[in-house]
């Protein structure tokens, strides 16, 4: 399972985009890049997911770079409730195992 | 997407006894997978959960102390057993309908014990 690697700490004015990167150097061709984030200890949501191809949804953006080897989750247009901590994750779809790094806290602030 | 409900969704217990929490997914999965989130970390998988099979747990987790059933598609337990003030955490367990679908989690189960 590739190892991905986050910022621990982000802040982000309310309103504006956040972006939150993630390394995934280490990647491989059958993994899928998840992209959770867990409230104030409450069971983590997901959010999206890509494999190669970027990919948006109601919730956020998900860029992949074309090496595959980082991408960044976009949320467009920050709120108060969208503090929490971000966490990438690659899936090994032979496995089917999500193995959790210690993610970004981002801090959306007014 | 799966909807899971957990419970208890929070308990108190005394060293050395056990508890079994339930797991409860709203449709037919595949996998079911259960975490454990110690205060203030990220979360450690325990073990992978396979109907008709025996669980598979990640290193550091034993049977004995963490057992788990998985009777049907849509429903598993987890025993921690012989608890410790150590075991106090946040227990999650998640769901998928395949290796490559995306993993759902229920609420959670929060853990002290005295």
């Known amino acids: 399972d590739a190892k991905t690697t986050q910022p621990t700490s982000m802040d982000c004015a309310e309103g504006r985009a956040a972006n939150l990167p993630c390394n995934h150097s280490t990647i491989s061709g059958n993994e899928y890049v998840y992209w959770y984030r867990q409230i104030h200890s409450q069971g983590p949501q997901y959010i999206i997911h890509g494999l190669k191809n970027n990919e948006t949804n109601e919730m956020a953006s998900l860029i992949i770079t074309e090496d595959r080897k980082s991408s960044t989750l976009i949320l467009p247009h920050a709120t108060l409730r969208d503090t929490a901590v971000y966490y990438c994750i690659a899936l090994s779809g032979n496995t089917g195992k999500l193995i959790f790094g210690q993610g970004t806290t981002l801090q959306v602030k007014p | 997407s799966a909807v899971i409900s957990q419970k208890p969704s929070r308990d108190i217990c005394q060293r050395g006894t056990s508890l079994t929490i339930q797991c409860q997914v709203d449709s037919q999965v595949t996998m079911m997978f259960w975490y454990r989130q110690q205060p203030g970390q990220s979360l450690t998988l325990i073990a992978t959960?396979?109907?008709?099979?025996?669980?598979?747990?990640e290193s550091g987790f034993v049977i004995d102390k963490f057992p788990i059933s998985r009777p049907n598609l849509t429903f598993s337990t987890l025993t921690v057993s012989n608890m410790s003030p150590e075991d106090s955490s946040i227990y999650l367990c998640?769901?998928?309908?395949?290796?490559?679908?995306?993993?759902?989690f229920g609420p959670g189960t929060r853990l002290l014990v005295l």
């Open positions: 998640s769901a998928s309908g395949g290796m490559r679908e995306t993993q759902y």
């Open positions: 959960a396979n109907q008709g099979s025996e669980a598979t747990y």
